[in-house]
């Protein structure tokens, strides 16, 4: 199992948060992880821009999004945008996408969440077919073909020249929680993006399903990419640890997709995802996402304390310890 971390998403100044994201996924190459995953949330930056930046600042480790909501734009803008910043990236772009929640699409931005699994099924096969542009070729003459991205089904009609092949191959990875998303991943993306998913809903239901799609499908087994929140602290603490993991983090009462994915496992909350505790306890969590099938563990660091001083302590000390768990769980 590879171990990243997620990066971003935070409060404060934009300024200082473009410096902090620097920072961050600086200490996180030079820790040793895998991959930094960069969530897209509603007030916050533009995920790809700041991947973008990311990458200008790193040369080894892996750059995620976790996820781009596939209604806000339109799959060619997409593709435009994901092979920019993979070229920028030096081919170390991990596209994670996803068709989002009711109550971002209808509710913020006014747009239909209507079937969006078919939606989303329909948006993946443009991306493909841009994504896998070989770019522009020569015809007998010697004059160069224009390359067309030639698309029609129920959702889009595109016919649309990009002449902008991938610098590398450049993995999809659509976030599934039901059944049908699930399937859909396995038969049309490299992998799939988790969030609120236990052990036992991974190693029951996610990973069986989507692993079973991709092998009927003659893909390769796909890559399953879970966040969860992590925080080393003494044993006394936990609880006050997975408090503020529900102060901070709760999704579930506004996401019914979270909700149904927390009643196929053991936990009832983010609280209960936390990897919290002493090295070993935190190592153990770990071990258990790797027997389940999780492929890419992504850390969200959660600091406790009671002062802007201890928190900051606090994360800290928890940083200094991902990158030795990162060898330990390879």
């Known amino acids: 199992m590879r171990l990243g971390v997620m990066i971003g998403a935070e409060r404060g100044d934009s300024a200082k948060k473009v410096a902090k994201l620097v ?7 030079s820790a040793g992880l895998d991959t930094a995953w960069m969530p897209q949330v509603p007030n916050d930056f533009d995920c790809l821009t700041m991947v973008a930046l990311m990458a200008a600042h790193t040369s080894r480790i892996e750059l995620g999004t976790a996820v781009v909501p596939l209604q806000a734009q339109h799959p060619i803008a997409l593709a435009r ?3 920019s910043v993979h070229a920028v990236a030096n081919g170390r772009l991990a596209l994670g996408v996803g068709p989002s929640h009711h109550w971002i699409i209808e509710d913020m931005l006014g747009l ?20 896998g542009n070989p770019g522009p070729s020569e015809g007998r003459s010697g004059a160069t073909r224009e390359i067309m991205i030639d698309v029609e089904n129920d959702s889009f009609t595109v016919h649309n020249p990009l002449d902008l092949p991938p610098v590398a191959p450049l993995p999809i990875l659509v976030a599934a929680l039901g059944p049908v998303m699930l399937k859909l991943a396995g038969e049309h993306a490299d992998g799939t993006v988790l969030w609120m998913a236990d052990e036992r809903a991974i190693g029951e239901h996610i990973a069986p ?11 390769p087994a796909p890559r399953i990419v879970a966040g969860i929140p992590v925080c080393l602290c003494a044993n006394s603490e936990i609880d006050a640890a997975k408090e503020r993991a529900n102060r901070i983090l709760a999704e579930a009462e506004t996401s019914p997709n979270y909700q149904k994915l927390l ?17 070993e306890s935190i190592l153990r969590r770990f071990r258990g996402f790797a027997d389940a099938g999780v492929t890419d563990l992504s850390v969200r660091l959660l600091p406790i304390g009671d002062t802007r001083d201890e928190l900051i302590a606090s994360k800290y000390r ?12 390879r």
């Open 23 to 29: 920072k961050d996924v600086e200490w996180a190459e």
């Open 81 to 83: 945008q994901a092979l």
């Open 112 to 131: 239909p969440y209507e079937k969006p699994a078919a939606y989303t099924r329909d948006y993946l096969e443009v991306l493909h077919v841009a994504l």
């Open 209 to 219: 399903r989507i692993t079973k799609a991709a092998a009927d499908a003659g893909r």
């Open 263 to 279: 009643d196929r496992g053991d936990a009832r909350n983010v609280g209960d995802l936390l990897a919290a505790g002493d090295v």
């Open 318 to 329: 928890t940083r200094e310890i991902i990158g030795e768990l990162a060898k330990a769980v």
